[in-house]
């Protein structure tokens, strides 16, 4: 079975600050992976996903993450966060034997202050 | 707007009582997923259907059922509620399952329907 693991459970940090979410994930086959944002009081949105090739996946809102295999980690970055990017942020891994359903983390809530 | 719409928004009802959650996929979307998200559990999987077939089951009490019908909407039904189940529900759908890879999996998701039990 496929698991996910966020490092972080909350993360405070101010504006211009660089932010980056830790996360890990189990399973012993190809995965998809996936970061997903969920500002307050409304739905998930896709902030950028990794299916294969370049590591290093780019995505909306100045949002980048790094698929490292050897680690089993596909970690979050961003160099320099905004007031608006507080939000809650999954991490999520599917794979084609699972169906391709989404297991997520257990979420960051980031919080930044202006 | 991610095009997955959610009906209703926001449900209160009593314990022992039954619900109806309904979720319309994205145009051309055959797979629909069904999620619970609740402080102590998080996102919590369900139930997966595809093209009109389930495909997938998570962690579904069996109280609750789905289904999705030749439309490709999805009905989530929670029973005998109790007021553990209140929560957000979200539903998602993708292109498909079709074992074609992984595009086309990518999940969009509904604003969520808020149930309260009391």
């Known amino acids: 079975a496929q698991s996910v693991s966020q490092h972080n459970h909350h993360v405070i940090l101010s504006e211009a600050a660089s932010l980056e979410l830790g996360c890990n994930y189990s399973?012993?086959?190809?995965?998809?992976l996936f970061w997903y944002v969920q500002y307050p009081g409304q739905h998930l949105q896709l902030l950028l996903k990794?299916?294969?090739?370049?590591?290093l996946v780019k995505g909306i809102k100045g949002f980048e993450a790094e698929f490292i295999k050897s680690k089993f980690s596909f970690n979050l970055r961003k160099p320099s966060v905004q007031w608006s990017d507080t939000a809650e942020y999954f991490c999520?891994?599917?794979?084609?034997?699972?169906?391709?359903?989404?297991?997520f983390g257990g979420g960051t809530r980031v919080l930044v202050k202006p | 707007d991610s095009g997955v719409t959610q009906t209703p928004k926001h449900l209160i009802t009593a314990t022992g009582q039954r619900v109806t959650l309904r979720c319309s996929p994205r145009s051309g979307d055959l797979s629909v997923y069904w999620y619970q998200q609740s402080l102590d559990q998080g996102l919590q999987f369900l139930i997966q259907?595809?093209?009109?077939?389930?495909?997938a089951k998570g962690n579904i009490l069996e109280r609750f059922s789905a289904q999705q019908f030749p439309d490709l909407h999805s009905e989530l039904n929670l029973s005998s509620l109790e007021l553990g189940d209140s929560a957000l529900y979200f539903c998602?759908?993708?292109?498909?399952?079709?074992?074609?890879?992984?595009?086309?999996?990518?999940?969009?998701f509904g604003q969520g329907t808020r149930l309260t039990v009391v």
């Open positions: 990794y299916f294969s090739g370049d590591p």
């Open positions: 999520a891994v599917s794979s084609e034997a699972a169906g391709n359903k989404l297991t």
């Open positions: 998602a759908s993708s292109v498909g399952t079709g074992g074609e890879g992984p595009y086309g999996t990518e999940a969009f």
């Open positions: 259907y595809y093209n009109g077939e389930e495909r």
């Open positions: 399973y012993g086959g190809t995965v998809n």
